[in-house]
């Protein structure tokens, strides 16, 4: 069974960082798409970022140059590191994962991972 488990959530005032975690346990496969979305109270998740098996990675226009993922393939982990936060940042933030070696155009949107984690709280106060 597959479970991801993400870490690193907390409140900071604008400007600030925080650091994301998504441990994946459970998950055989070496190759896989990664990705972090974000789901703010009274609207619909967001993708934030995508990283594939190869490294290549894609972000939203809303987190570029603030944004950065990564992945450590022996430690099953994919990291969000946030820099220079923004209130509209807010946001539930959770990690997904899906088979597939590499993260095609089509995995911008929730629907296209199978399998995601509980999410954790970030709060960015101006």
């Known amino acids: 069974q597959v479970q991801l488990v993400e870490s690193g959530g907390g409140s900071v005032q604008a400007g600030g960082s925080l650091r994301l975690s998504c441990v994946v346990f459970?998950?055989?496969?070496?190759?896989?798409?990664m990705g972090w979305f974000r789901q703010a109270p009274g609207k619909e998740r967001e993708g934030v970022a995508t990283?594939?098996?190869?490294?290549?990675?894609k972000y939203a226009d809303s987190v570029k140059g603030r944004f950065t993922i990564s992945r450590d393939n022996t430690a099953r982990t994919v990291y969000l590191q946030m820099n220079n936060l923004k209130p509209e940042d807010t946001a539930i933030y959770y990690c997904?994962?899906?088979?597939?070696?590499?993260?095609?155009?089509?995995?911008?949107?929730?629907?296209?991972?199978?399998?995601w984690g509980q999410g954790t709280q970030v709060t960015v106060s101006s």
């Open positions: 997904a994962a899906d088979p597939e070696r590499y993260c095609s155009d089509a995995y911008s949107v929730a629907g296209a991972f199978g399998f």
């Open positions: 459970g998950y055989t496969r070496r190759s896989y798409c």
């Open positions: 990283i594939g098996s190869d490294g290549r990675t």
